[in-house]
T-cell receptor
Framework: LAKTTQPISMDSYEGQEVNITCSHN???????ITWYQQFPSQGPRFIIQ???TKVTNEVASLFIPADRKSSTLSLPRVSLSDTAVYYC???????????FGTGTRLLVSP | DGGITQSPKYLFRKEGQNVTLSCEQN?????MYWYRQDPGQGLRLIYY???????QKGDIAEGYSVSREKKESFPLTVTSAQKNPTAFYLC???????????FGNGTRLTVT
């Protein structure tokens, strides 16, 4: 089971790019890397998922180096509404247990 | 709209009582999960189910029980054996291996 490690918290200002890195040294060959965003008193919601190299969607980019032992979530030009907790999740192969790490609490200030 | 419905949003119980939290999904997903979240903490896995009539313990299953009699439903019972039941409970599902999790909006349980 791949364990993940993220910074506990990060601070940024509106308009800046934020990069949150997740370490997952024992990622398995078939595992994907998925990032979620959670606001207080809500369920986490999916942001982006990738397997290798780079993935980009309308809200974020995900960078994964060749060894796949880490990944970086990049949020371009954050706003106050991006203040949330961000979780990196590495999945077991198949329908097995999915264990979340402690997440990164991002605070965006004016 | 497809999604996951957790009810109720807030639940209050007296200590010593069992309580059942509802989770229903109309996404036709095979796998369902229950997580617990304490204030300022991450999510901890209680139980998960890959198919109907089958479920597995997560990391903190003691004091909880589940059933999976229908694909759409995965209720969680918090028993009186759970020492610290007050928490935010989240239900999730996913369609296939490696597909993203879809979460409900949670049930906040307070036991006094």
């Amino acid at each position: 089971l791949a364990k993940t490690t993220q910074p506990i918290s990060m601070d940024s200002y509106e308009g800046q790019e934020v990069n949150i890195t997740c370490s997952h040294n024992n990622i398995a060959t078939n595992d994907y890397i998925t990032w979620y965003q959670q606001f207080p008193s809500q369920g986490p919601r999916f942001i982006i998922q990738g397997y290798k190299t780079k993935v980009t969607n309308e809200v974020a980019s995900l960078f994964i180096p060749a060894d796949r032992k880490s990944s970086t979530l990049s949020l371009p030009r954050v706003s106050l509404s991006d203040t949330a907790v961000y979780y990196c999740l590495v999945g077991d192969t198949g329908f097995q247990k999915l264990v979340f790490g402690t997440g990164t609490r991002l605070l965006v200030s004016p | 709209d497809g999604g996951i419905t957790q009810s109720p949003k807030y639940l209050f119980r007296k200590e010593g009582q069992n309580v059942t939290l509802s989770c229903e999904q109309n996404l036709n997903h095979d796998a369902m999960y229950w997580y617990r979240q304490d204030p300022g903490q991450g999510l901890r896995l209680i139980y998960y189910s890959q198919i109907v009539n089958d479920f597995q313990k997560g990391d903190i299953a003691e004091g909880y029980s589940v059933s999976r009699e229908k694909k759409e439903s995965f209720p969680l019972t918090v028993t009186s054996a759970q020492k610290n039941p007050t928490a935010f409970y989240l239900c999730a599902s996913r369609a296939t291996a490696n597909s993203p999790l879809h979460f409900g909006n949670g049930t906040r349980l307070t036991v006094t």
